[in-house]
């Protein structure tokens, strides 16, 4: 069995590298919650490039990771 889930969060605290690791705990949750096990992660960002540096989103990228 394959299971899958997508989540779109804001930010909950102001440090990028800490929002990262937040929003990928909380995906492997939800595949846990579901008895599965994580086998392939996927980032999903939608990121206003206008507004932000880019360096914001590599941080949040490798909090993720």
Partial sequence: MLVQTVDFFTPVVDDPYL???IAAANALSDIYAM????VLALALAAFPMS??????????LRGGA
Avoid: M, N, S
């Fill in 19 to 21: 929002f990262g690791q």
């Fill in 35 to 38: 008895r599965a096990r994580p």
């Fill in 51 to 60: 507004e932000l540096p880019v360096e914001t989103l590599e941080d949040i």
